[in-house]
Every structure is written in C-alpha cells, then in structure tokens.
C-alpha cells in the first residue's frame, strides 16, 4: 500500500502577511521591553528608538522578496532608510526642511500635463502602479477583466472607485502602501473584500455587504500613520 504526502503551501500573500505580522510583533515586545526599562531608570530609551525605521526597511526587504512587489518593497525601503539618516545622522538641516521640493514636483508636473503627458491609471493588468505622492489621485475603473493593482500613497491620498468594475475571473488582488496619508477603495455591493492590511499607527477600516460566492477582492498592504478604508456601494448609487 503506497501512501503518498503532500504539503500545502501558503499563499505568497498570507506568507507575506505573516512575515509583516511577524515584524511587527517582535517590534512591540522590543518596544514595550524598551519602555519598561527606561521607566525603571536602567537605560535611555531614546538611544534605541531612533533606530526605529529598521521595521520599514526589514518590511520593505520581505516585499522585495517578491518578484511582482519590488517596487513597492524599494519604495518602502527608501522610506525607511530616509528617516534612518534623519534620525542618526546629524546634518544641518532637517530631511522635512526640503518639502518646497514638492512645489518643484508640482511645477513638473503641471508643465508635462500641458504638453500632454499622463500619469498611468489603473488597467487591466494586476502589476498596475497608482503613486500617490504630495498630492491626490483619483481613480476610476470601469474595467470588466479587472485582476487588481498596487496603490503607494505618501504624505497623499488616493480614492479608487471600483463600482462599475468586474471580475472575469478572481480573485483580484490589491497590493498597497500608505504613510503620513489615506486611501479609499470604493467597490460594488456584494463584493466580498479580505482585508489583510496591517496598520502601524494607523487604522484600517471595512465597510462591505458580502455576497457568498460572489466576486472576492484580497487587500494586502501597510498603513503607517495613515489610513485606509474600503466601503461598498449599492448599485443605485452608482
């Protein structure tokens, strides 16, 4: 009698979550250790936890790991190292005196708009990147194959409306990343939405109707000191 065993793997996505979860929760005995000692007077906290942006940078590695994350797992690696170099190096100026950099973007970018060019929107493809950067982005989709798509928002928001979207086939997925901001997913009522978000400092909020067996959309991501919320919307407000 020949028995034969097979291992299930998990999923790249509930592989990644518990890797973030992982992070994140040895950050947080780190953290209340810290705390602990310093109110006992044993040690300076403050020496430690400016080292703190390692968690962004140890969460951006993990993504990294994935080949269709990269962008993503860099941007959060940058992110992480920038505030890094703010907290340990001592330059004469602080990394947030540069903000009127953003007037410069802006500048930029409203000169390219006049000449025609277009930021990409969300498609149909699931490798889609929506940048959310000093600024707003507001998305519609009116797809019918929509597979998903990855959203960064940084000291910005983005509103994607997915109401008048469909699945030919699912699940869809939607990868993201929000600091110092917010994103709004708007879907149709009866979407069934999985959300595997994990906020730091943050909050993650869930507003849907589902309907079993109906279309499913995976929300996988990071919110650090900013905010996500996804909400359904009946077809007569459409």
């Known amino acids: 009698m020949n028995m034969t065993l097979t291992q299930k793997q998990a999923p790249d996505g509930v592989a990644g979550i518990s890797g973030f979860k992982l992070i994140i929760g040895v950050f947080f005995a780190i953290l209340g250790v810290l705390l602990t000692l310093d109110n006992l007077d044993l040690i300076d906290a403050d020496r430690y936890l400016t080292y703190w942006p390692l968690v962004l940078i140890a969460i951006g590695i993990l993504t990294f790991q994935n080949a269709g994350h990269r962008v993503l797992g860099a941007f959060v690696i940058g992110i992480g190292a920038l505030?890094?170099?703010?907290?340990?190096?001592?330059?004469?100026?602080?990394?947030?005196?540069?903000?009127?950099?953003?007037?410069?973007?802006?500048?930029?970018?409203?000169?390219?708009?006049?000449?025609?060019?277009?930021?990409?929107?969300?498609?149909?493809?699931?490798?889609?990147?929506?940048?959310?950067?000093?600024?707003?982005?507001?998305?519609?989709?009116?797809?019918?194959?929509?597979?998903?798509?990855?959203?960064?928002?940084f000291m910005g928001g983005c509103e994607l409306d997915l109401r008048k979207a469909d699945m030919e086939q699912g699940p869809a997925t939607i990868e993201l990343f929000v600091m110092w901001g917010g994103i709004e997913i708007k879907v149709p009522d009866g979407w069934e939405v999985v959300g595997n978000t994990v906020p730091i400092m943050g909050g993650a909020e869930i507003r849907t109707k589902a309907a079993p067996g109906g279309r499913r959309l995976i929300v996988n991501g990071l919110a650090i000191m900013g905010g996500v919320e996804i909400k359904s919307v009946a077809a007569e407000a459409v």
């Open 83 to 153: 505030i890094l170099l703010s907290n340990t190096v001592d330059f004469r100026f602080s990394i947030f005196d540069l903000w009127p950099a953003a007037l410069i973007l802006a500048g930029i970018g409203i000169v390219a708009h006049a000449f025609g060019f277009r930021l990409p929107s969300v498609s149909n493809q699931s490798d889609s990147t929506v940048w959310a950067i000093l600024g707003v982005r507001k998305i519609k989709v009116d797809s019918r194959a929509y597979t998903g798509a990855r959203i960064i928002a």
